[in-house]
């Protein structure tokens, strides 16, 4: 009897650990390479117009045929490397709260799904001043980047709330 009380016993322990372990889809770091790699690559956006801004962070980050989207506009390689550059032709005082900063809350991690790839992903604020419109924004912001198996971001994709952004550019535009 105790034989089968034990058997029993571990079946049902046995069972409950496979449905546990089914859930599970990926494993999430918050420091290893990728998103280390990831946190250099936005302290390396903010920095643009300074000394330490370096292109060359960004260019060896992408695959050359990077695609994705910011809200309404497709990216490829060449425009994701331009990205900074924009930003500051429209915006001053660019901030975003970045993991271990002061500045507020951001949150970067990357996540290795079982069968869906690898993916970094940050969410946070993301603030600046329009040069044209002189406009505040604070922007919640979704970012993503799918990694390739060279290593290299293939894909990119921001989720945020583009109003902002198409104000600023039809006001630069206007005042050409």
């Given at each position: ?126 603030t600046a001043t329009g040069k044209f419109t002189g406009n505040e924004i604070s922007q919640f912001i979704h ?34």
């Open positions: 009897m105790k034989k089968l009380i034990f058997t029993l016993s571990a079946l049902l322990f046995l069972s409950c650990q496979q449905t546990m372990d089914s859930d599970v889809i990926g494993v999430v770091k918050m420091s290893d390479e990728k998103t280390n790699t990831i946190l250099t690559e936005l302290n390396n956006y903010l920095s643009y117009g300074t000394d330490s801004y370096d292109v060359e962070i960004t260019s060896n980050l992408i695959s050359d045929d990077l695609a994705g989207n910011f809200p309404g506009t497709e990216l490829n390689a060449e425009t994701f490397i331009a990205t900074a550059e924009i930003h500051n032709s429209l915006f001053d005082n660019i901030e975003m709260s970045l993991p271990g900063d002061d500045a507020g809350w951001g949150g970067l991690q990357t996540v290795y799904y079982d069968g869906l790839g690898t993916w970094s992903h940050y969410w946070g604020t993301w970012l993503n980047w799918g990694w390739n198996d060279e290593g290299k971001v293939a894909f990119f994709n921001a989720q945020f709330d583009a109003g902002f952004f198409r104000d600023e550019l039809a006001a630069a535009e206007a005042s050409e």
